[in-house]
Nanobody
Framework: VQLQASGGGLVQAGGSLRLSCAAS????????MGWFRQAPGKEREFVSI????????IYQDSVKGRFTISRDNAKNTIYLQMNSLKPEDTAVYYC??????????????????WGQGTQVTVSS
């Protein structure tokens, strides 16, 4: 599956952004989808995942209550609504397609397709 992420940008602390990830190729609705991020000088880290039918989601502790992942299988698109952004959220954000339909496999090794990344910069 090919993934195209968009929606990043520069925002002040406390602001909001919504990332989108459009998928094409194999059957989108069969796969859990996730978001990861990588800050400068740090390893890529898990942010959130949503199951194939959207009924299950998991978040990294640092974004719980601020970020919301969702998907529209009719549009082959997932979203990440990011509110109350903090400078420590600054990173390149990547969407990824899982090998599984369940949201419970959220290690990076469970994902076999990755988007190109979109830069999110939060200023203090």
């Amino acid at each position: 599956v090919q993934l195209q992420a968009s929606g990043g940008g520069l925002v002040q602390a406390g602001g909001s952004l919504r990332l989108s990830c459009a998928a094409s190729g194999r059957t989108f609705s069969s796969n859990a989808m996730g978001w990861f991020r990588q800050a400068p000088g740090k390893e890529r880290e898990f942010v959130s995942i949503i199951s194939s039918n959207g009924d299950s989601t998991i978040y990294q502790d640092s974004v719980k209550g601020r970020f919301t992942i969702s998907r529209d299988n009719a549009k082959n698109t997932i979203y990440l609504q990011m509110n109350s952004l903090k400078p420590e959220d600054t990173a390149v954000y990547y969407c990824a397609a899982s090998l599984y339909s369940s949201a419970y496999h959220y290690r990076a090794t469970a994902f076999d397709s990755w988007g190109q990344g979109t830069q999110v910069t939060v200023s203090s």
